[in-house]
């Protein structure tokens, strides 16, 4: 297993692009099983993420390739609708699946998802949606079983705004007869990108991104070209690695106003930030102030994929901070990682209460998830002495090469 080497303290200076984003990427991936035709994505990192529903999406009888980072797929012959658990089990995402295969096929047997050990993360929501709307679910063994029959419902009324049951139910409703409306939806840009893929290969999708998503079916989606949106969760660690680092960062290919509340809490900690249509210059200030608290909330509030990082900044910032963790119930499991390398962080089940230190030193850590791995890797950039960080593959499954465009800042950092 790989694992990155990191000599600390070199001051980040310079250019970074970020790539499309994989959770945009992701469900557009599965919907892209309801489309007959070639859909031409553009531009597509190898998040092992992305790997992994590839593989998916070949098993079930897509055509699949690639020219250089440009990805066709072709779905016009998908006959399977069976996804094993060996398929299932390296991404949460597999569970995208479940909609638009019954759309497609009418009938599912799709095996539990797996993805980052950050909680228990039920599917509830997504299984009583696409039931209301009319499809026959069963579980058994470790698989879910869905028939789509007559329509039920009209109305579905998330009881909390969960992404994937967003995206799920929506991708269902697109080819399902008649009119669907989507109360209390998830509003993530991942969403609207999601809504805008499909409205291109023909559906008809209003509200996106708003309190109501209301879905005419379609009978059938058509091929298209599409440039996914860019990754707001990679522009947002390297914002705070910038800042951390008492950088001075310019990141392009970037949506600033989906970062506003990350961007407002850097400058109170004394970051200067400067936005402009698709461009962020960050300057970073020697010493950061603490930014008091978070709590992580859906979108637009403070996202959860990022608390990590900002729990790693705050570890370096003069002052107290509070950090509160709404959404995953196991979302600190890297901070006994972290302990490793010097901060002062006292947890308890959904709170976090960071004394910030003049100084973190090197240690042996490894990468629990994605995100805590990516904050790991933070910590490694500022602390005094050499840092090796093992579960590089956990990174990975959300981070393009992540260690190169770090070392084209000026990092130190290595694979071995
Ligand atoms: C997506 C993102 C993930 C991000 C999360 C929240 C992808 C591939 N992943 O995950 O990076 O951290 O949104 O922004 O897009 N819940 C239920 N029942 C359900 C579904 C969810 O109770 O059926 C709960 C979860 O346990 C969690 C909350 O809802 O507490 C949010 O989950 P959800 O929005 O569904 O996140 P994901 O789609 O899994």
Same mark, same amino acid.
């Given at each position: 297993?790989?694992?990155?080497?990191?000599?600390?303290?070199?001051?980040?200076?310079?250019?970074?692009?970020?790539?499309?984003?994989?959770?945009?990427?992701?469900?557009?991936?599965?919907?892209?099983?309801?489309?007959?035709?070639?859909?031409?994505?553009?531009?597509?990192?190898?998040?092992?993420?992305?790997?992994?529903?590839?593989?998916? &999406?070949?098993?079930? #009888? $897509? !055509? *699949?390739?690639?020219? =250089?980072?440009? +990805?066709?797929?072709?779905?016009?012959?998908?006959?399977?609708?069976?996804?094993?658990?060996?398929?299932?089990?390296?991404?949460?995402?597999?569970?995208?699946?479940?909609?638009?295969?019954?759309?497609?096929?009418?009938?599912?047997?799709?095996?539990?998802?797996?993805?980052?050990?950050?909680?228990?993360?039920?599917?509830?929501?997504?299984?009583?949606?696409?039931?209301?709307?009319?499809?026959?679910?069963?579980?058994?063994?470790?698989?879910?079983?869905?028939?789509?029959?007559?329509?039920?419902?009209?109305?579905?009324?998330?009881?909390?705004?969960?992404?994937?049951?967003?995206?799920?139910?929506?991708?269902?409703?697109?080819?399902?007869?008649?009119?669907?409306?989507?109360?209390?939806?998830?509003?993530?840009?991942?969403?609207?990108?999601?809504?805008?893929? &499909?409205?291109?290969? #023909? $559906? !008809? *999708?209003?509200?996106? =991104?708003?309190? +109501?998503?209301?879905?005419?079916?379609?009978?059938?989606?058509?091929?298209?070209?599409?440039?996914?949106?860019?990754?707001?969760?990679?522009?947002?660690?390297?914002?705070?690695?910038?800042?951390?680092?008492?950088?001075?960062?310019?990141?392009?290919?970037?949506?600033?106003?989906?970062?506003?509340?990350?961007?407002?809490?850097?400058?109170?900690?004394?970051?200067?930030?400067?936005?402009?249509?698709?461009?962020?210059?960050?300057?970073?200030?020697?010493?950061?102030?603490?930014?008091?608290?978070?709590?992580?909330?859906?979108?637009?509030?403070?996202?959860?994929?990022?608390?990590?990082?900002?729990?790693?900044?705050?570890?370096?910032?003069?002052?107290?901070?509070?950090?509160?963790?709404?959404?995953?119930?196991?979302?600190?499991?890297?901070?006994?990682?972290? &302990?490793?390398?010097?901060?002062?962080?006292?947890?308890?089940?959904?709170?976090?209460?960071?004394?910030?230190?003049?100084?973190?030193?090197?240690?042996?850590?490894?990468?629990?998830?994605?995100?805590?791995?990516?904050?790991?890797?933070?910590?490694?950039?500022?602390?005094?002495?050499?840092?090796?960080?093992?579960?590089?593959?956990?990174?990975?499954?959300?981070?393009?090469?992540?260690?190169?465009?770090?070392?084209?800042?000026?990092?130190?950092?290595?694979?071995?």
């Amino acid at each position: 297993m790989d694992k990155f080497f990191i000599n600390g303290q070199n001051r980040l200076v310079g250019e970074v692009k970020m790539d499309c984003a994989k959770n945009a990427l992701l469900p557009i991936l599965a919907g892209s099983i309801m489309v007959e035709g070639e859909v031409l994505l553009k531009n597509v990192p190898l998040y092992k993420d992305v790997l992994a529903m590839i593989e998916i &999406l070949k098993n079930l #009888g $897509a !055509k *699949i390739i690639w020219q =250089g980072k440009n +990805l066709f797929i072709d779905s016009t012959n998908i006959h399977k609708c069976e996804i094993s658990h060996e398929l299932a089990s390296p991404v949460r995402s597999s569970i995208f699946t479940l909609g638009p295969i019954l759309a497609r096929i009418g009938k599912a047997k799709v095996a539990y998802p797996g993805g980052c050990n950050i909680g228990l993360r039920p599917i509830d929501l997504h299984l009583q949606g696409l039931r209301d709307l009319g499809c026959k679910i069963n579980e058994k063994n470790g698989y879910i079983y869905g028939q789509k029959e007559k329509r039920i419902k009209h109305d579905i009324s998330l009881k909390f705004p969960s992404v994937g049951a967003t995206e799920n139910i929506m991708m269902f409703a697109t080819l399902f007869d008649g009119e669907t409306r989507i109360y209390n939806p998830a509003k993530e840009p991942e969403i609207v990108d999601l809504a805008k893929f &499909l409205n291109k290969c #023909g $559906a !008809k *999708i209003k509200g996106a =991104g708003s309190d +109501l998503i209301v879905i005419n079916g379609v009978k059938k989606l058509h091929g298209v070209n599409y440039k996914v949106i860019y990754d707001r969760i990679e522009c947002g660690t390297f914002l705070i690695a910038g800042a951390m680092n008492g950088g001075e960062l310019v990141l392009k290919n970037c949506d600033f106003t989906h970062n506003l509340v990350l961007i407002e809490k850097l400058r109170s900690c004394g970051c200067k930030i400067y936005c402009e249509k698709g461009k962020i210059n960050i300057i970073a200030p020697k010493k950061l102030k603490s930014f008091g608290e978070i709590e992580t909330e859906v979108y637009p509030g403070f996202p959860t994929d990022l608390q990590s990082q900002m729990v790693t900044l705050a570890t370096i910032s003069k002052g107290r901070s509070l950090i509160f963790e709404n959404l995953f119930e196991s979302r600190f499991n890297y901070v006994a990682e972290l &302990l490793k390398m010097g901060c002062d962080i006292k947890f308890k089940s959904s709170v976090c209460v960071v004394n910030g230190k003049d100084n973190l030193y090197g240690a042996d850590v490894s990468a629990t998830d994605l995100r805590g791995g990516a904050s790991l890797v933070l910590a490694g950039l500022v602390a005094e002495g050499y840092t090796t960080i093992s579960n590089v593959n956990l990174i990975e499954r959300g981070y393009f090469d992540f260690d190169k465009k770090l070392k084209k800042l000026g990092a130190d950092i290595k694979r071995i």
